[in-house]
Structures are given as C-alpha cells and as structure tokens.
C-alpha cells in the first residue's frame, strides 16, 4: 500500500514539476514579448526623433541658402551699378564652405564692346568675353547670339579660376534653368550639375530685374541673375555632427522631373537591413525632394536590445529551474513525511494490537479477528477451529525462578508454537499464561492433531534455566450459527477438562453447545 502511495506521488511530482516548469517557460516568454514590443516601441520613436531631426536641419540649410540669394538679388535691385568691390564686400560674409556666389549680367550683342569697357573701368580684372566648348572643355570666342549672361563676378572657396566674361549660356542645363527663373521672375533651383570645379551641385538661380515705380516687369527690364551653388553633399551634411551623421542612411531624389526616382545624393552610411524607415517631402523653391531615411548599422547597435533579451531569457530560465527544483523538493519532503507517518501508524497499530512480551496479537485483537472470521466462516460455510492453551504451574515456575525467567519461558513457548504453526493459524495471547491459537480451514481432527504435536513440542523440548514446562490444550471447532462466546466457552472448558484430567494433554470440547 505504502509503494503504491510514493509512485502515484512520483507521478503527480513530475506532473507538478513539469506544469510549475512550463509555467515559468511561458511567463518569460510573456515577459520576452512585451519586453521586445516595448522596445521596438522605443527603437521606432528614436528613429523618428532622428529623422525628424535631421529633416529640420536639412529645411533650414536649404532655405537659408534660398534667403541669403534673396538677399544678394535685392542688393542687385537696389544698387544701381554694383562693382566688383562692392559685390565682393556684400557677399564675402554671407558664402559658406563648398559654395560661390555670382553674378551673370544680361548683354545684348550690341552692347557687348560699352560693357567690357565699363567692367574694365570698374576694376574688373582679366575681363575677357569667351565661353566653354561643352564638349571639350576649353575656352573658345563667344558664339553670336541677340543677347549674352555673361559671368561678371563670382566668389567662392575654392582654386579653380573662372575668368570674368564667361557666357553661361553656352553651359549645359544652364540656359533652361535661367530662362525659367526669367519667366517666372521667382528664385529656382536646378537639378544637380556640374560645376566648374567638375564636382556635383545645385544651382540656385534668382532673376534681377529692374523695378521702374509704375511700370510693369517685362522682359527687357531683366538685368542679370544673381547665381549661388553648393556642392550637394555639402548642403546635405554640412553643419550635421559626425556620429549622427553615421547613424542615418539619407537618400535625396527628385519629384516632378524626368529624373523622378533616381538618387542624385547617397549618404556614406549604408542603410542596415530593417524595417525601419520614413521618408519626407522638401519643398526648396521650385523644387520639390524627397528625402528617405534608414537606420544604419551605427543606429541600430546604438539602439540594440538584444543584450537585455539574453539577461532575460537567462533569468527567465535560472529562476524556473530555481523554482521547479524548489517545488520538487517541497514535494518530495512531503512525499517522505507522509511515507514517516505511514510507518509510524503501522508502527502504533502493531503496538496496539501485539502483546508488548511475547509479540504474538493480544486478546483485544484475539476478540476483533475472531468476531471477523466468523463472519466469513457463517458466509463461506468453511472451517474455523481454536486450540485454547495454559502453561501448567507456571505460578511455580514463578515462584522457583523468579518473574523474569517467567517471561522468558513465555517468549520462548510463542516462538516454538509460531516456528511449528502455519502463516494461517494466528497465536494470541488471552491472559497472562493463557495462549489461542486460532486455526482458519481447519476441522477438529486436524486441529487436535496440530494441538498433539504443540503439546509434545512443548514438553518433550526443555525450555532454559527451567527445564520441562508443559500445558493444557482445549480444542474445539466453530459450529454453524454458534455465537462468539459459547464458542469460546466451549474451548476454555476443554482446556479446563485437560487441566482437571492431570494437566499435559489435549481435551476436544464438546460437540454440543454449552448454555
Ligand atoms: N512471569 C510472568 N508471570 C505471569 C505473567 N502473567 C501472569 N503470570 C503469573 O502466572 C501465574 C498463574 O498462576 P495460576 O493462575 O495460579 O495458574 P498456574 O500456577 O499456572 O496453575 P495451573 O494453571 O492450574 O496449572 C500467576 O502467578 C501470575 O502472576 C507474566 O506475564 N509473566
């Protein structure tokens, strides 16, 4: 019984372990999710506060450089001859790193001998009229046309050198960019071209027209056209600190052109595989961009989580592995105490039912087994006998030996009858040196048989210190319906024959029932 009780709680053990286990797996896991969408969360504003960032950087630059041509173009309105100290005085502070200012005047062919003189006589140097050959590069004679934008000032950073009296008109792009910043009368920007230093730019092209009070602009009030370009790569990174410029990979294309698409500008950060991702509409004067933004590798190791998901994931499993070894041993020290306690009630029943000398059942348990077999003997019609016995004189025994030796001879005579008895046959102590042996399945005969040969293991074998100890046997099997009592009556009279027929014998009781 007590095995079947430790496997069954063997098996709820592991049940338990196991669901304590998948309980601790499934809350890190729950703890693993939320951690990494809150994360997410916070990855996805930080890209976004990037972005936003540097798209208002990028505004700013973009129309400051639009207001600082605005600003040279009204200067060129407002003066009524500009030479070239003057320009260069008014537009020194205003030009940036990687940017020229310049200033294109618009001259009829006519006109064209009266203006280099006039240019020579302002202090211009190096005057001279010429235009680039497209194709080759080199400085060839103006080209015949009605009118010439003929390069007058320019100031810029770096060492290429362009000599005063430069028709742009022969320049690639730059006559329908000029011409549309005349018709509009508004401030254009250009797609990316090639500047004179061969490097790549944007033009910002503004018209100067003279404004006569009351007359209508028209065509021929146009005089020039104030002209400012900066490298690209300048205007998208200059003034951007380094390691945000590292941490955002920037692509700059145009919109409404048949450029539509295409990246005219790439940052050196490559884009990291991700999902993040925003892009953004800049609107710079008659130009519109659009801008995309991706994390780089720099933004995204900046901004990794993935350290805390293995500290999670490592305390997620220490603390279940804690956790179920805790509730198996919980589990299992529950498991032995209740094991302890079985074995100790078994203990106590023993002890309640066993006489405390002689380990044979006492006469409380003599009562109980005998008032169950009876039952089962009236249900079952089989054979119940009793073999009631007494030592002779053992008063004497006492007397002579003394109290302990008695004992001794009380242990020893259990230990001969239970070694000479079947497993069956179950020996009780019903008095102080009165013994029952009660007999399941056995009739009289071989119940006095088994009683003869007690009788003569007791007699015939001396017992220690004492010698021949004998006893008095009563014998007597269940009659049908018999009641407890005269069953027993009728065996202890039995004994009480043999006892008054000279002691040392076996007496059978009689058939009839007694009372
Ligand atoms: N040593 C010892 N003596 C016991 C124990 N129980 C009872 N006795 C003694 O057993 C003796 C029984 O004596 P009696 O009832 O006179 O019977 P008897 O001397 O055996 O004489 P008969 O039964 O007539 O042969 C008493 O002296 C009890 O004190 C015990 O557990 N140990």
């Not at 290429?160 to 006559?175: E, F, H, N």
């Not at 450029?259 to 790439?266: L, M």
Request: overall charge neutral; charged content about 25%.
């Amino acid at each position: 019984m007590m095995s079947t009780r430790q496997n069954a709680l063997k098996a709820s053990d592991v049940a338990l372990c196991g669901l304590v286990c998948l309980a601790g797996v499934a809350v890190t896991f729950l703890v693993l999710i939320l951690f990494v969408r809150s994360e997410q969360r916070t990855v996805n504003v930080a890209f976004q506060l990037e972005v936003d960032e540097r798209f208002s950087r990028l505004q700013r630059r973009f129309n400051t450089q639009v207001l600082k041509l605005d600003v040279v173009r009204r200067f060129f309105i407002n003066a009524d001859d500009v030479t070239e100290k003057e320009f260069l005085g008014f537009v020194t502070p205003l030009v940036g790193e990687d940017e020229a200012y310049s200033w294109v005047s618009r001259i009829l062919e006519k006109d064209l001998q009266a203006f280099r003189a006039k240019a020579l006589r302002n202090g211009t140097s190096d005057f001279s009229y010429h235009e680039i050959n497209p194709d080759t590069g080199e400085r060839v004679p103006l080209t015949r046309r009605p009118e010439h934008w003929i390069l007058l000032y320019l100031l810029k950073r770096d060492d290429v050198k362009i000599i005063p009296g430069m028709d742009v008109l022969a320049r690639p792009g730059r006559q329908a960019l000029m011409s549309k910043a005349r018709e509009t009368r508004q401030i254009v920007v250009s797609q990316p071209l090639k500047m004179t230093n061969g490097q790549s730019g944007i033009f910002f092209v503004a018209p100067v027209f003279q404004e006569l009070s009351g007359v209508p602009l028209s065509d021929d009030n146009l005089q020039g056209f104030v002209v400012s370009t900066v490298r690209l790569a300048s205007l998208m990174e200059q003034g951007i600190p380094l390691p945000s410029l590292q941490r955002l990979n920037v692509t700059l294309s145009l919109i409404d052109t048949q450029h539509q698409g295409e990246n005219i500008y790439q940052s050196s950060a490559p884009a990291a595989p991700s999902a993040l991702y925003a892009q953004r509409l800049l609107k710079v004067a008659d130009q519109n961009y659009l801008i995309r933004f991706r994390p780089s590798s720099t933004f995204l190791v900046a901004n990794s989580y993935t350290l805390s998901i293995s500290l999670i994931i490592v305390f997620g499993s220490g603390l279940t592995l804690l956790l179920t070894l805790m509730v198996y041993l919980l589990i299992t020290q529950r498991a032995r105490a209740l094991s302890l306690v079985d074995e100790r009630t078994q203990d106590l029943r023993l002890l309640n039912i066993t006489d405390h000398l002689t380990g044979v059942y006492n006469r409380r348990y003599f009562e109980e087994l005998m008032e169950r077999l009876l039952i089962e003997a009236n249900v079952q019609y089989r054979p119940l006998s009793l073999i009631m016995f007494d030592v002779d004189h053992f008063k004497q025994i006492n007397d002579r030996w003394g109290h302990q030796c008695g004992d001794n001879v009380l242990k020893s005579l259990c230990a001969r009858i239970r070694s000479a008895t079947r497993k069956t046959d179950l020996l009780c102590r019903t008095g102080g040196e009165e013994f029952a042996l009660i007999c399941p399945d056995t009739e009289l005969n071989n119940t006095r048989l088994l009683a003869e040969k007690l009788r003569a293991l007791i007699s015939t074998l001396p017992f220690d210190e004492v010698g021949q100890v004998t006893c008095s046997f009563g014998v007597a099997t269940w009659i049908p319906s018999e009641s407890f009592d005269a069953f027993i009556r009728r065996a202890d009279s039995a004994m009480y024959r043999a006892k008054a027929s000279g002691r040392d014998q076996v007496q059978l009781a009689d058939m009839e029932q007694i009372g």
